[in-house]
């Protein structure tokens, strides 16, 4: 079943919500030490199509402010929006904010690098 608009707008504010909260978390118990990088989330499918730009999919998600990257995923760049600079806390949100996607049927993946 092919979700609308509002419903991507939802999901992308619930998986941006969760990873605040978890990365907050972590921020709280370890605070901003360790290694600098960056984190994000790729997806790639739904419902296990591929989403392409030009569908009511594709574009309600770059609506909803998820970009697509070199790769061709959708990828949503630090969805936790905390300013840190630990990889291990970016990780954090963006791994809660691919288990949101997951459970709304997206195939996505948490990515990190180090800077």
């Not at 600098?36 to 909803?64: M, P, Q, T, Y």
């Not at 459970?103 to 690098?113: D, E, I, L, P, Q």
Request: hydrophobic share 40%.
């Amino acid at each position: 079943m092919e979700m609308t608009a509002t419903q991507v707008q939802t999901v992308v504010e619930h998986a941006m919500y969760t990873a605040q909260q978890a990365a907050q978390r972590a921020y709280s118990t370890h605070g901003d030490r360790g290694a600098c990088g960056f984190a994000w989330v790729s997806i790639w499918e739904h419902a296990g199509k591929k989403i392409r730009a030009n569908s009511k999919l594709g574009r309600a998600l770059i609506a909803a402010g998820v970009r697509r990257d070199y790769t061709g995923a959708y990828c949503l760049w630090n969805p936790s929006q905390l300013g840190v600079q630990s990889v291990d806390i970016l990780e954090e949100g963006a791994s809660a904010a691919a288990e949101v996607f997951k459970a709304n049927g997206f195939t996505a993946y948490a990515g990190s690098r180090l800077d």
